[in-house]
């Protein structure tokens, strides 16, 4: 520490070490007028290293395109072998075989939620049996040499999309495609979600689930019961990776390349929702791919995974 202005550490993560560094600056204070540089300031080392962890480097970048490549695999094997009458935690072990066979582990509890249950965000319990009639939305990824992936699909589990199921899923491919599209550096989270909120809420208002004035609604927030989480996060060592998402203004940070994000717009209709028709109520669709920001756009490490329904449908029919 001596002839230092400052120390980089992070207080309060292990006393151990807080108590030696401690003792540390105390005594060299004690022995200031002997002369020199000491440090007159402890800043947190978090927000250096979480700086740090937000720019890939090619390194990093190879190892996430490889996870993003196991968890495409992954969701391949879903929509090959979901079927009625299967239950979601025989799919879940499916992904787990898949990830421990390209010697990576999930990243996550994954969610493999069919029916209703995927409009509860976070349902992990995956216990339910999967129906005629029903999608499914498994969210699920895998961490490969210590980086993550985070990859969902929505898939019909009788292999067809009905003309209702279809209506919605237009709607968050087409606020996913248009998110993604607008990735480069300079963009922010902010600016992205603003864009998929105006795209959900314009495409339930043509579905008549919302009703009124399309710039109210937006303002008076009348999506929020059914698209009520952010377009997406960071992406690395962890899932919903370190960093912050403002600026030292409070603004929200612009996209730089070498970072990496996840594009992930969603509705989710449960069966308790009120004023909307029943056709439309246990519809839960979630579209999520991770993407780098490069020098000119972006990469989609997930891009090989079909998302198109002629697509989908074409792969769960192949079974």
């Known amino acids: 520490m001596r002839s230092r202005e400052k120390i980089a550490y992070s207080i309060g993560k292990n006393r151990f070490y807080d108590d030696k560094v401690i003792k540390a600056f105390n005594a060299l204070k004690a022995n200031q007028r002997q002369g020199g540089v000491i440090p007159n300031e402890i800043i947190s080392l978090e927000p250096i290293i979480h700086e740090m962890r937000q720019i890939k480097s090619r390194q990093e970048i190879q190892l996430m395109q490889r996870s993003a490549r196991i968890g495409v695999e992954a969701h391949l094997r879903v929509m090959r072998e979901c079927k009625p009458d299967v239950y979601e935690y025989q799919i879940e072990a499916s992904i787990r075989h898949q990830f421990g066979q390209h010697g990576s582990i999930p990243s996550y509890n994954s969610i493999v939620a069919s029916g209703d249950n995927a409009c509860t965000l976070h349902y992990v319990e995956n216990q339910s049996k999967l129906k005629q009639g029903d999608l499914l939305l498994t969210d699920a990824g895998c961490e490969y040499q210590m980086y993550?992936?985070?990859?969902?699909?929505?898939?019909?589990?009788?292999?067809?999309?009905?003309?209702?199921?279809?209506?919605?899923?237009?709607?968050?491919?087409?606020?996913?495609?248009?998110?993604?599209?607008?990735?480069?550096?300079?963009?922010?989270?902010?600016?992205?979600?603003?864009?998929?909120?105006?795209?959900?809420?314009?495409?339930?208002?043509?579905?008549?689930?919302?009703?009124g004035n399309l710039s109210k609604l937006i303002k008076e927030e009348a999506y929020k019961p059914f698209y009520m989480h952010g377009i997406g996060?960071?992406?690395?060592?962890?899932?919903?990776?370190?960093?912050?998402?403002?600026?030292?203004?409070?603004?929200?940070?612009?996209?730089?390349?070498?970072?990496?994000?996840?594009?992930?717009?969603?509705?989710?209709?449960?069966?308790?929702?009120?004023?909307?028709?029943?056709?439309?109520?246990?519809i839960g669709i979630r579209i999520e791919d991770d993407v780098l920001v490069t020098r000119s756009g972006c990469e989609v490490l997930s891009g090989e995974l079909p998302k198109e329904i002629d697509k989908i449908e074409a792969i769960m029919s192949s079974n």
């Open 148 to 211: 993550a992936s985070d990859i969902t699909r929505t898939i019909p589990v009788s292999g067809k999309f009905t003309k209702d199921q279809k209506a919605i899923y237009a709607i968050v491919l087409s606020a996913q495609k248009s998110a993604i599209a607008s990735v480069k550096p300079g963009q922010t989270f902010e600016n992205m979600q603003k864009n998929a909120i105006e795209i959900i809420t314009r495409g339930l208002r043509k579905l008549g689930i919302l009703k």
């Open 233 to 282: 996060h960071w992406l690395g060592m962890d899932v919903h990776d370190v960093g912050s998402y403002v600026n030292e203004k409070g603004k929200s940070k612009k996209f730089l390349p070498g970072m990496v994000i996840t594009v992930e717009p969603g509705i989710y209709i449960s069966r308790k929702s009120k004023h909307v028709d029943k056709k439309w109520k246990g």
